[in-house]
């Protein structure tokens, strides 16, 4: 079973992102600053005639203008600039309309509300989180995660607050995967977190992908960037680390020596240049063995006499 599998199964959302109804700003700015400028102009023209006895005519010409000039100025308030890595959910009456996503100088309904949300690539590194691990050691670890906005509705309405989200779901995830596997595994053939980071990074990838979905997240990478043995261990550990590499290095030696021993005896045996018998085949093969598994220089005694004294 796969880490991904523990995850407990998230709510969906009804609401999906749609684009929203918009027209270039700078064509509803331009109609709106002439909306102004006529519904000024009818209105001091108005009050010309108003002055000049034509009452009628120039309330009129002052009703007609202070009302293009309102409605110009409120069609005005449909504006809005959005930057490059921005977005804009737009609600009528508390119901989701659509996103605007166009960047530049865009215009909605003026009676609609529009929250702006990023759409940027950003990071959460989280703080170094202490747990114990599948073997029960205590740990340290911590993660950063890049992750994006990718559902601009879901992000808004299927949550709270998605930054808070992503970070809560990070710090879950990074723990869940923790206790799952083991710092160092005993096992050559298991996934262990120091030995595996790729495999277990993906993972985690992978869980937070399915933690974060129903908030319109993407996640973008996520990499461990702190990963030790707790301080009331690490000296324990770091023995026993030291324990296995000097007898991985050890078992190399034998083996190394083992086959460099076989190799003399055969070209002796081939070469036929000394006669060895069991017992002094038995004492070569001995003192090959500690001349070159020592670990320190041999001091050998020369025998001055002949071959059996």
């Known amino acids: 079973m796969s880490a991904v599998d523990d995850v407990p199964a998230m709510p969906s959302s009804p609401v999906r992102e749609a684009p929203a109804n918009s027209v270039p ?11 102004v400028t006529l519904g000024a102009g009818a209105a001091v023209a108005g009050g010309g005639l108003a002055a000049g006895g034509d009452v009628a005519p120039g ?5 007609v203008g202070a009302l ?61 989180l202490k747990v114990n691990d599948a073997y029960g050691n ?29 970070a809560t779901q990070t710090e879950a995830a990074v723990r869940h995967i923790a206790i799952e596997y083991p710092y160092d595994s005993h096992d050559d053939a298991g996934l262990s977190l120091r030995g595996n980071a790729e495999e277990i990074t993906e993972k985690l990838a992978a869980e937070l992908t399915a933690r974060v979905r129903a908030a319109g997240v993407a996640i973008v ?19 026993r680390q030291q324990a296995g590499a000097v007898v991985a290095a050890r078992r190399q030696i034998v083996e190394g020596a083992c086959g460099m021993v076989e190799t003399a005896l055969a070209r002796i045996t081939a070469q036929d240049f000394v006669d060895l018998d069991e017992e002094r085949r038995a004492a070569m093969v001995s003192n090959l063995l500690v001349v070159l598994c020592g670990d320190r220089s041999p001091q050998p005694v020369m025998n001055a006499g002949s071959l059996y004294q």
């Open 25 to 35: 700003g700078l064509l509803a700015l331009l109609l709106g600053l002439v909306g």
């Open 59 to 63: 309330v009129v010409l002052i009703v």
């Open 68 to 128: 293009v000039l309102i409605g110009s100025a409120l069609a005005m308030a449909g504006l809005n600039m959005v930057a490059p890595g921005e977005a804009r959910v737009v609600q009528l009456f508390g119901r989701y309309t659509g996103t605007i996503r166009t960047d530049g100088l865009r215009w909605v309904n003026p009676l609609t509300t529009r929250t702006r949300i990023s759409t940027r690539v950003r990071n959460h590194e989280t703080a170094v």
């Open 138 to 166: 205590p740990i340290e670890l911590a993660a950063v995660v890049v992750w994006q906005v990718e559902d601009t509705a879901q992000a808004t309405f299927a949550v709270d607050d998605y930054a808070e989200f992503v």
């Open 221 to 239: 990478e996520s990499r461990f960037t702190h990963l030790a043995y707790a301080p009331e261990i690490a000296s324990a550990m770091l023995q």
